[in-house]
């Protein structure tokens, strides 16, 4: 069965902090997103990362960063969190579509809902 | 680039009746068609898709979605309510072949009263 996990569900941060958040798939898909989800404006998406080492911005990359060291493993990092970050967070994954039997189907974690004070 | 369009954020029916959500689309090739749904606290389950073929796509828990190219849409049907229906509801859209970006609605929150 697929698998997206997220490291937290809850998260309270300062102003101010360093935040991670991070995420892991056991699917050994070579494309991970993160994209961050507020009322009334779906999803967006913040970043994503086709491969090992490899990231782009999506459309609202402004305040935040990504890291892919592992292919099961995408971090996103908040370098100074600020109360506009309070969020639901969400990660997914993906096989590269050119893949055999790729269905461009993005699988998604349960997301982590942070709070910025 | 490629943009979606859901129509009522909210929508509230019945138990029982019929559940009909809305997504329009724009796209410059043609378009890969995603309906996924969100339950409280959860991540988002994908519902259906369309990629190509039979522009009538059945989905789990008896959602289905009808791919309409000449009104540019992909609404979201099922025959018959049932109270775990009640969640919301993202279409979302990608360009053929997948590219790397799924460009997602706004979405509908579905009520479903007794």
């Known amino acids: 069965d697929v698998k997206v996990t997220q490291s937290s569900r809850y998260l309270v941060k300062r102003t101010g902090e360093k935040v991670f958040l991070e995420c892991v798939q056991d699917m050994d898909h070579e494309n991970m997103f993160w994209y961050r989800q507020d009322p009334g404006l779906g999803l967006r998406l913040i970043y994503f990362?086709?491969?090992?080492?490899?990231?782009e911005k999506g459309d609202i990359p402004e305040g935040y960063s990504v890291s892919r060291e592992k292919k099961e493993r995408f971090s996103l990092i908040l370098e100074s969190a600020s109360t506009n970050q309070t969020s639901m967070y969400l990660c997914?994954?993906?096989?590269?579509?050119?893949?055999?039997?790729?269905?461009?189907?993005?699988?998604f974690g349960p997301g982590t809902r942070l709070t910025v004070l | 680039a490629q943009s979606v369009t859901q129509l009522g954020s909210h929508v509230s029916v019945s138990e029982g009746a019929l559940v009909l959500l809305r997504c329009n689309y724009s796209s410059s090739v043609p378009p890969y068609l995603f309906w996924y749904v969100q339950y409280p606290n959860q991540g988002l389950q994908l519902l259906l898709k369309y990629t190509t073929g039979a522009t009538l796509v059945k989905g789990i828990n008896g959602f289905e979605a009808e791919f309409k190219k000449s009104e540019t849409s992909f609404h979201l049907t099922k025959p018959s309510a049932h109270m775990s229906d009640a969640a919301e509801y993202f279409c979302?859209?990608?360009?053929?072949?997948?590219?790397?970006?799924?460009?997602f609605g706004t979405g509908t929150q579905l009520k479903v009263e007794l």
């Open positions: 997914a994954s993906r096989s590269h579509p050119a893949r055999e039997g790729c269905t461009d189907t993005q699988y």
């Open positions: 990362s086709y491969d090992v080492k490899m990231k």
């Open positions: 979302a859209v990608t360009l053929t072949g997948g590219g790397n970006k799924l460009t």
